[in-house]
C-alpha cells in the first residue's frame, strides 16, 4: 500500500497581520481605519486577520477616566460593530485589541469575531507599565476557541514573555495563537539581530508546535515608540512572513496549513514535545485541564 507523502493541506488559512498606526483618542479614525486594512485583506484573501492592541483607542492614555471614555462594552460597542459586520460580510475571522469596560472596571482586552458574530474574548494577564493604572488583570485564564478555520488562542503584548501562557493554549489544542500587540523597544537591541520581541514568539512556536500570528503597531504616541515588526511563525519557530518594517504601516500575509501544528509535534521516533513534559516534576498548574487526543 503506497503512503501519500505529501497530504492536502486539512485547514487551509491565509493569516493577515496588519501593521497600522492608531492615534490616541480618535476612536472613529481608528476604526474606519482597521476597517479599510480589514478590507484590503480580505481583498486578497485573508481568513484570519489580526489588528494591534488597543487598536481602536490608541495605547497612552493621559488618565483614567481618558481611557474609560475610549472604552466600551464587548460586543455592543464601536468597534466591535464594525469588525462584527467586516467578518460577516467577508465570511472571515477577526482577531483584534480595544478598551473593555465592564460597568467601572476596564480590560485591555483582544475579541474574536467570526462570520456569525462574537466568538470569544481575551483579558491580558500580564499587565505592562503604566497599563496597571488603568486596566484590571485579565480574569478569563487563556482560552481556546475551536472555529471552522482551527483552534485559535489568543495573548496580548507582554503575556508573550510568559512560557506558561503558550503551554496552557497548547495544552487546550490552540492551533494558532494571535497576539495583538504594542511592542516597545528593548534596551541593548542589536540592530543586527532579530528585535527581542520576535524571539519569544519564535521559541514558543517551536517549542509548543503551533503557529503565531502578532500584529504590532508603529509610530510614536505621547512620546512612546512602537517598534512595528509584526511576524507570522510557522511550528517550527521560524517566521514565514516578515518581520514587517520598524516605521510603516503593512500588511503581511502567509498560507498556513494548521493541521501541520498538531502533525508535526512528532519530531523523531522518539520525541513529542507536549508528550515529554516531566509533569511529576513540574508545578501542578502545568499537568492540569489537559484534553485527551492533542498530544
Not at 498606526?21 to 484573501?45: C, H, L, M, T, Y
Not at 475571522?93 to 462574537?118: C, D, M, T, Y
Request: charged share 20%; proline share 7%; hydrophobic share 45%.
Amino acid at each position: 500500500m503506497s503512503v501519500d507523502r505529501n497530504p492536502p493541506a486539512e485547514s487551509p488559512v491565509r493569516v493577515a497581520c496588519i501593521q497600522m498606526e492608531p492615534q490616541v483618542g480618535e476612536r472613529e479614525r481608528n476604526i474606519a481605519e482597521s476597517v479599510a486594512s480589514i478590507d484590503a485583506a480580505a481583498a486578497a484573501g485573508a481568513q484570519l486577520v489580526v489588528l494591534p492592541e488597543l487598536c481602536a483607542s490608541g495605547y497612552v492614555f493621559e488618565s483614567r477616566s481618558e481611557a474609560f471614555g475610549l472604552a466600551e462594552e464587548i460586543p455592543h460597542g464601536p468597534a466591535c460593530r464594525a469588525w462584527t459586520d467586516a467578518a460577516r460580510r467577508h465570511g472571515c475571522f477577526i482577531v483584534a485589541g480595544l478598551a473593555e469596560r465592564v460597568e467601572q472596571k476596564l480590560f485591555n482586552s483582544a475579541v474574536l469575531f467570526g462570520p456569525a458574530g462574537h466568538v470569544g474574548t481575551f483579558r491580558k494577564m500580564h499587565l505592562w507599565a503604566a497599563e496597571n493604572l488603568f486596566f484590571e488583570p485579565g480574569d478569563l485564564g487563556f482560552p481556546v476557541h475551536a472555529t471552522a478555520i482551527g483552534r485559535i488562542g489568543m495573548l496580548i503584548c507582554y503575556d508573550g514573555w510568559f512560557p506558561e501562557a503558550y503551554r496552557l493554549c497548547a495544552l487546550q489544542g490552540a492551533d494558532i495563537i494571535c497576539i495583538p500587540t504594542n511592542w516597545v523597544p528593548i534596551p541593548g537591541q542589536d540592530i543586527s539581530q532579530p528585535a527581542m520581541a520576535n524571539v519569544p514568539a519564535m521559541a514558543a512556536a517551536h517549542s509548543n508546535s503551533l503557529f503565531i500570528a502578532a500584529a504590532d503597531r508603529v509610530g510614536t504616541e505621547r512620546g512612546q515608540p512602537f517598534l512595528g515588526r509584526s511576524v507570522i511563525v510557522s511550528y517550527t519557530g521560524w517566521p514565514v512572513a516578515g518581520p514587517a518594517s520598524d516605521c510603516a504601516p503593512e500588511t503581511i500575509f502567509a498560507d498556513l496549513n494548521l493541521s501541520e501544528a498538531r502533525r508535526k509535534r512528532n519530531w523523531n521516533d522518539f520525541n513529542q514535545v507536549l508528550r515529554d513534559r516531566r509533569t511529576d516534576a513540574y508545578d501542578a498548574m502545568l499537568g492540569s485541564g489537559l484534553r485527551p487526543g492533542w498530544f
